[in-house]
């Protein structure tokens, strides 16, 4: 019930904001546009979100003969958790990472980079499987790839508000509207707001939840916290770039070549994350 709250309360959200800024900038026809344009991307938001965060990677989907290790823990889990097995697609990229997306366990899809395949021995990668299939599990991926569309959408907003601004498309309009630029204005500052607001909603609580769960599943949540450990170290050395809008869907947080340290962050602390699964401080656990 409250996955299903959330969701219809940001569809909701971006339909209204995008009626706010189509009343700004374009009056009661600007309201109808913005309408029309709402239901179009709520529709592919629900329908297609899964499908555009897959291609935004580069994802590609592969076969049990083409990688059998992973097809075989994802299987195992699966029947043991109870859920069909999701597709599995693999990200041509060096930087180890993972993801799962999907608007239910019915139509899932996991994703791990080429770079975590070699870098985690294969109960490290039985949890960090273990733990997308927990977002999957827990009905967590609808909600998460929403929020990455909608997020998206904010943003690209904001940079339609910057560029009119610097081109001076709202100014003339101005005097007419009593306010063209600094709705402008308005949307340039709050739409980074909004969209990191969204992807902390939407992350944190579900990435300890998905944790635990994975640790359930494997029942060994030192493979796990060594995973997130590796992964963390090494995603450091290899970032991944990655879209403020996308990054929450992660296992541990991408490279968004931001300074601000956590205001920014769509994840719990890695250590915050190994000293829930194993119950001591993260410093000791990796010492074991």
């Given at each position: 019930?409250?996955?299903?709250?959330?969701?219809?309360?940001?569809?909701?959200?971006?339909?209204?904001?995008?009626?706010?800024?189509?009343?700004?900038?374009?009056?009661?026809?600007?309201?109808?546009?913005?309408?029309?344009?709402?239901?179009?991307?709520?529709?592919?938001?629900?329908?297609?979100?899964?499908?555009?965060?897959?291609?935004?990677?580069?994802?590609?989907?592969?076969?049990?003969?083409?990688?059998?290790?992973?097809?075989?823990?994802?299987?195992?889990?699966?029947?043991?958790?109870?859920?069909p097995t999701p597709k599995i697609y693999v990200i041509p990229t060096e930087s180890p990472n993972a993801f799962a997306t999907g608007r239910n366990?019915?139509?899932?899809?996991?994703?791990?980079?080429?770079?975590?395949?070699?870098?985690?021995?294969?109960?490290?990668?039985?949890?960090?499987?273990?733990?997308?299939?927990?977002?999957?599990?827990?009905?967590?991926?609808?909600?998460?790839?929403?929020?990455?569309?909608?997020?998206?959408?904010?943003?690209?907003?904001?940079?339609?508000?910057?560029?009119?601004?610097?081109?001076?498309?709202?100014?003339?309009?101005?005097?007419?509207?009593?306010?063209?630029?600094?709705?402008?204005?308005?949307?340039?500052?709050?739409?980074?707001?909004?969209?990191?607001?969204?992807?902390?909603?939407?992350?944190?609580?579900?990435?300890?939840?998905?944790?635990?769960?994975?640790?359930?599943?494997?029942?060994?949540?030192?493979?796990?916290?060594s995973a997130l450990a590796k992964l963390d170290a090494s995603s450091k050395r290899l970032p991944l770039p990655a879209t403020p809008s996308t990054?929450?869907?992660?296992?541990?947080?991408?490279?968004?070549?931001?300074?601000?340290?956590?205001?920014?962050?769509?994840?719990?602390?890695?250590?915050?994350?190994?000293?829930?699964?194993?119950?001591?401080?993260?410093?000791?656990?990796?010492?074991?």
């Open positions: 019930m409250g996955n299903t709250f959330k969701t219809a309360f940001l569809l909701t959200a971006l339909t209204l904001l995008l009626m706010f800024v189509g009343r700004i900038f374009g009056g009661q026809n600007g309201m109808l546009i913005a309408l029309i344009f709402a239901a179009v991307l709520n529709f592919v938001s629900y329908f297609f979100s899964d499908k555009i965060a897959l291609a935004m990677y580069r994802a590609k989907p592969v076969t049990r003969e083409v990688l059998p290790r992973v097809y075989q823990v994802v299987e195992r889990l699966s029947e043991k958790i109870g859920i366990p019915n139509h899932a899809s996991v994703a791990v980079t080429q770079g975590i395949l070699g870098l985690l021995n294969d109960e490290e990668l039985e949890g960090v499987i273990a733990h997308e299939l927990g977002h999957v599990r827990n009905r967590d991926i609808l909600i998460s790839s929403i929020a990455a569309t909608v997020a998206g959408a904010i943003t690209y907003l904001a940079e339609i508000a910057r560029w009119g601004m610097i081109f001076g498309g709202y100014e003339r309009d101005r005097d007419s509207r009593g306010g063209g630029g600094f709705g402008a204005l308005l949307m340039l500052i709050l739409a980074p707001i909004a969209a990191m607001l969204i992807q902390l909603a939407v992350s944190r609580s579900r990435e300890y939840q998905a944790d635990e769960s994975g640790a359930h599943f494997t029942g060994n949540p030192y493979a796990l916290a990054a929450h869907l992660f296992i541990v947080q991408p490279f968004l070549g931001m300074s601000m340290g956590n205001l920014f962050s769509t994840h719990p602390p890695i250590a915050k994350r190994i000293e829930r699964l194993t119950g001591r401080p993260a410093e000791f656990t990796m010492q074991r």
